[in-house]
Each structure stands twice: as C-alpha cells, then as structure tokens.
C-alpha cells in the first residue's frame, strides 16, 4: 500500500534538449507515467528543451500544468510557444522555489544542466533540514546521474551526508518505477542535528 497520493509533481530538467534521443523519449515517458495517473505539472515554465516535451505532452491530459517563471526570465524570453494552465510570474529564483515547493507533493529531476541540478540540491537540501518532508527523486535516463550519485556515496563515506538521507533519495530509470517508490519511501529521518 502507498504511504502517499502523489497529485502535483514538481519537475526540474533541463532548457535544452540533450544531444542523445532516450532524454527526449524519457520525457514522453514521465508524460505518459503522469497522464495515466492524473498527476498534475508544477515546473519552471516556457516551451524550452525537456521542460517544453513533458509540459506540451501533459497539457490538456492531467488536471493543471503550472508553470512559475521569475519575472527576469519571463522577460528576457518569448513565451509563444508554451502549454500551461496558469503561468505564474514571480518576483525572483528565491519566490519561484517556495512557490514550487508549496504547490507540489514530490519532486522529480530529470537530465538536465546546472540549473537542474542546482535546483535539484535545493529540494534534496530542505528535506535535510526539514523545511519540507516530499520525496524527492531522479529518473536517472541512461545513467545520466550517476556520477552525481557517485558524488553523494563519496560524501557518505566521507561522513558528510548521513546514510538515511542518500537513502531516502528515490532513483530509478523510469518514471513509472520512479513514482512507485515515491509515494512508497518512508521520510522518517532522524534530525540532521543529532
Ligand atoms: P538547465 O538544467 O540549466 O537547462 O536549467 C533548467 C532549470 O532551470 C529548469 O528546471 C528551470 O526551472 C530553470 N530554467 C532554466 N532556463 C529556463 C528558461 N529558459 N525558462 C524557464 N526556466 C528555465
């Protein structure tokens, strides 16, 4: 049995494409996984890259895609081409975050670039502290993390990063197994400051 009901995803991948095609197919599939189970988008807005595939993919086929842009980037781009339900122009990256955060029951990064990633760390942070207690997770597309993964083992065994946080990291290669284990991983963690 689920220990929870995801239905608001927030997905962080990158503005761009990626150079191999299983990216853009993983995106479809995370669409796919999203439709079949009526889970609704949360993302950075704009028809860009990876963002673009899973946000037009979804839109229209679960129950609200939102994008939240800050009001820089909303400027300095040309938001023709883009598929949401809400667009939601925020002051600055600090707003979009808590806004992305409030309005989703998980996290979800796939391939991306240093905004993915950056944006990424922060989720994967907060749970740490406690700011928010969401699973959080990666779709690791043809291994595509696995030298970020590599990175967090080495913090563990550097005695950095507690075991029971990297453990508490869902990945999987795709987002249907990737969801399994998010709406099943258990985020009794023990405080980060004992
Ligand atoms: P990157 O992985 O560097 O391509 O950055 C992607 C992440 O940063 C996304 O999850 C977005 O939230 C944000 N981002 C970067 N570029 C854009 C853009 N042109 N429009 C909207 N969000 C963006």
């Not at 707003?95 to 990064?109: I, L, Q």
């Not at 507690?162 to 709406?183: G, I, N, Q, T, Y």
Request: net charge negative; proline share 3%.
């Amino acid at each position: 049995m689920s220990i929870r009901t995801i239905k608001t995803l927030c997905l962080f991948c990158g503005s761009s494409d990626g150079y191999s095609k299983s990216y853009k197919d993983g995106a479809l599939n995370l669409a796919k996984t999203m439709i079949e189970r009526n889970i609704s988008l949360v993302y950075g807005g704009g028809g860009k890259g990876l963002m673009g595939t899973v946000s037009k993919a979804v839109y229209g086929k679960v129950p609200n895609v939102i994008g939240i842009i800050p009001e820089k980037l909303y400027e300095s781009v040309r938001y023709l081409d883009h598929y949401e339900d809400d667009l939601v122009i925020v002051k600055d990256m600090h707003e979009r975050k808590a806004e992305m955060y409030a309005r989703s029951d998980a996290f979800v990064a796939m391939p991306g670039g240093v905004g993915t990633v950056e944006e990424f760390m922060e989720a994967y942070t907060w749970l740490h502290l406690g700011y928010h207690n969401k699973p959080i997770g990666l779709i690791n597309i043809d291994g595509y993390f696995d030298h970020l993964l590599l990175f967090l083992n080495h913090c563990v065994d550097q005695g950095f990063l507690r075991e029971e946080f990297f453990k508490a990291l869902c990945v999987a290669p795709d987002s249907d197994r990737l969801l399994d284990m998010l709406e099943h991983v258990s985020l009794a963690l023990p405080s980060k400051f004992h």
